[in-house]
């Protein structure tokens, strides 16, 4: 799809285009000098770190993010996790009771739910048997009213990433925004969707600090688009959304890539280690290819293998309710000891 063809303005939400946004008291002022004296927000004077409002626009840690990413900083929207990033791209995209999207189950669960809590409808296209989208039925689903389609790659809970040339030709044919959910793909060989925003107009792609980068406790998600879609998201987010914390301990984290990367490497072989010693296991039917931090198993009994493993204190996530997912358990890679424990406890049952 070209940018004269597609027509981010039809996207819009009414109201959402008649928005101006909120002008905070830092927002008009952060470009004068730092002695000023600043009695605008009445916050408490003194001093203890944090008794100031955070920045808004979050610009310091956007441009380390920049310059790591390789994505313009005016396409660069950071929110409180990917949650609200993707609760944001429903609220000024979609319209309740009215607009729809597309989901690609079995996936991450959150794409549903936000959807019920905006009151949007929520067109399911299965995957394939093996886990990849099925592109002529999905853009069949699609109508006028179909506003998102979301692509998790690698995809949870099945680990895999989608065919590239299937990602494109959605790009190139739906008509709607194509949120590429890349939380694991610091995990996978495959390149980041963010080299071909400048391609495509209707591509966001949401990364996260909480999976690689071992921050999900602070909550902070990115979005990456054109710079059109980030500023729609920009008049709608809540001004201070990331606090004034998340944003010194993200950019800590960012500036010690090096760290990060040394820990992702350690995750990806005991991943390895994990995934042929699952194979031994007596009652693993199966185990998937995985390019995340986890690995997606069959099994003989998954309701029965996860209350075991509960019983000896282990705690893995039973995805037997997910389509295409019968009898599955995922195990997240945890450290050399906590795989061992793992194995372990695996091999003892009976
Ligand atoms: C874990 C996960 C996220 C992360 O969400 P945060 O709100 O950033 O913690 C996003 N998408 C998928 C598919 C995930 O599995």
């Given at each position: 799809?070209?940018?004269?063809?597609?027509?981010?303005?039809?996207?819009?939400r009414?109201?959402v285009?008649?928005l101006?946004p909120?002008?905070?008291?830092?927002?008009?002022f952060?470009?004068?000098?730092e002695d000023?004296?600043?009695?605008?927000?009445?916050e408490?004077?003194f001093?203890?770190?944090?008794?100031?409002?955070?920045d808004?626009?979050?610009?310091?840690?956007?441009?380390?993010?920049?310059?790591?990413?390789?994505?313009?900083?005016?396409?660069?929207?950071?929110g409180?996790?990917?949650?609200?990033?993707?609760d944001?791209?429903?609220?000024?995209?979609?319209?309740?009771k009215?607009?729809?999207?597309?989901?690609?189950?079995?996936?991450?669960?959150?794409?549903?739910?936000?959807a019920a809590?905006?009151?949007?409808?929520?067109r399911?296209?299965?995957?394939?048997e093996?886990?990849?989208?099925?592109?002529?039925?999905?853009?069949?689903?699609?109508?006028?009213?179909?506003?998102?389609?979301?692509?998790?790659?690698?995809?949870?809970?099945?680990?895999?990433?989608?065919?590239?040339?299937?990602?494109?030709v959605?790009?190139?044919?739906?008509?709607?925004?194509?949120?590429?959910?890349?939380?694991?793909?610091?995990?996978?060989?495959?390149?980041?969707w963010t080299?071909?925003?400048?391609q495509?107009?209707?591509?966001?792609?949401?990364?996260t600090?909480?999976?690689?980068?071992?921050?999900?406790?602070?909550?902070?998600?990115i979005?990456?688009?054109?710079?059109?879609i980030?500023?729609i998201?920009?008049?709608i987010?809540?001004?201070?959304n990331?606090?004034e914390?998340?944003?010194?301990?993200?950019?800590?984290?960012?500036?010690?890539?090096?760290?990060?990367?040394?820990?992702?490497?350690?995750i990806?072989k005991e991943?390895?280690?994990?995934?042929?010693?699952?194979l031994?296991?007596?009652?693993?039917?199966?185990?998937?290819?995985?390019?995340a931090?986890?690995?997606?198993?069959?099994?003989?009994?998954?309701?029965?293998?996860y209350?075991q493993?509960?019983k000896?204190g282990?705690?893995?996530?039973n995805?037997?309710?997910?389509a295409?997912?019968?009898?599955?358990?995922?195990?997240?890679?945890?450290?050399?000891?906590?795989?061992?424990?793992?194995?372990?406890?695996?091999?003892?049952l009976v």
């Amino acid at each position: 799809m070209t940018a004269t063809t597609f027509n981010l303005e039809r996207l819009i939400r009414a109201n959402v285009a008649q928005l101006k946004p909120y002008s905070s008291a830092r927002d008009e002022f952060k470009d004068f000098h730092e002695d000023m004296v600043f009695l605008d927000a009445n916050e408490n004077p003194f001093e203890n770190g944090v008794n100031r409002y955070p920045d808004p626009q979050q610009l310091t840690l956007k441009q380390h993010l920049s310059s790591l990413k390789r994505v313009p900083v005016d396409q660069i929207l950071l929110g409180n996790g990917s949650d609200e990033v993707l609760d944001l791209l429903f609220r000024a995209f979609c319209e309740p009771k009215q607009d729809n999207v597309i989901t690609l189950p079995p996936t991450y669960g959150m794409y549903g739910v936000l959807a019920a809590t905006n009151d949007i409808a929520n067109r399911e296209v299965l995957l394939s048997e093996d886990f990849q989208p099925q592109v002529a039925k999905i853009l069949d689903q699609a109508d006028h009213q179909t506003k998102m389609l979301f692509l998790c790659s690698p995809n949870n809970p099945t680990a895999n990433s989608f065919k590239a040339d299937a990602i494109e030709v959605l790009l190139q044919n739906f008509k709607g925004l194509v949120v590429v959910d890349e939380a694991y793909i610091d995990f996978s060989p495959e390149e980041s969707w963010t080299t071909k925003l400048q391609q495509y107009p209707n591509l966001v792609v949401t990364q996260t600090l909480s999976k690689a980068y071992g921050l999900a406790g602070i909550r902070l998600g990115i979005c990456y688009a054109s710079a059109a879609i980030i500023s729609i998201l920009n008049k709608i987010k809540p001004p201070y959304n990331v606090n004034e914390l998340t944003q010194k301990r993200a950019l800590e984290r960012v500036l010690d890539d090096e760290k990060v990367q040394g820990e992702i490497s350690t995750i990806l072989k005991e991943r390895d280690v994990l995934s042929k010693v699952l194979l031994q296991v007596n009652f693993v039917k199966k185990v998937y290819p995985s390019e995340a931090n986890f690995i997606l198993a069959k099994v003989d009994d998954a309701n029965k293998r996860y209350d075991q493993l509960i019983k000896k204190g282990i705690v893995v996530r039973n995805r037997s309710t997910q389509a295409l997912c019968e009898n599955t358990l995922r195990f997240t890679v945890g450290t050399t000891t906590e795989n061992e424990k793992l194995i372990t406890a695996l091999k003892e049952l009976v």
